[in-house]
């Protein structure tokens, strides 16, 4: 390898900045494809026409994206945190006051049922995050061929 050792510190930051840039990069092309098939199903254009014109509607209206996106994000983040609290809670309560399970440490059960619960609820909310955008964008699409 020359200069670069794989043990040296000059290696591990341009591997930690690549691996960074390469995870940039494969979010970009997520969130810019996840609009490009929003626009394909709106205007039924080939895909890399979509694309751009989802691009170009996203800096268009950039202020309204990111503050949508960050309702959007606190919204599911909350709706998670709720759906897995409220099945730990009514599941340590089931495990308590019943006599069905002989559990002798409750929290275990409970903080599975919760992680299991708020994977779950993150798969659905993940289908409410897909349908605000592509309301966000027919609106926004509908706003600009009205004028």
């Known amino acids: 390898m020359g200069t ?18 390469l995870w940039l990069l494969e979010n970009c092309v997520k969130y810019i494809s996840k609009n490009a098939y929003i626009q394909v199903a709106l205007t039924n254009n080939h895909f890399c026409t979509s694309a751009w014109n989802a691009f ?17 994000v606190m919204l599911s983040a909350f709706g998670i945190l709720a759906i897995a609290a409220v099945n730990g ?15 002798s440490e409750p929290l275990a059960p409970v903080v ?3 992680i299991i619960s708020g994977a779950i609820a993150m798969t659905f909310l993940s289908i409410f995050s897909f349908s605000s955008d592509a309301i966000l964008q027919s609106f926004l699409l509908d706003e600009e061929l009205r004028f």
């Open 112 to 114: 599975a049922l919760a």
């Open 89 to 103: 809670l009514c599941a340590y309560f089931f495990i308590t006051l019943t006599d069905t399970f002989e559990v």
């Open 56 to 72: 170009a509607l996203i800096i268009k209206h950039a202020h309204r994206f990111g503050f949508g996106n960050s309702i959007g």
């Open 4 to 21: 670069l050792e794989k043990n040296s510190k000059l290696f591990k930051v341009l591997m930690v900045a690549t691996g960074y840039c």
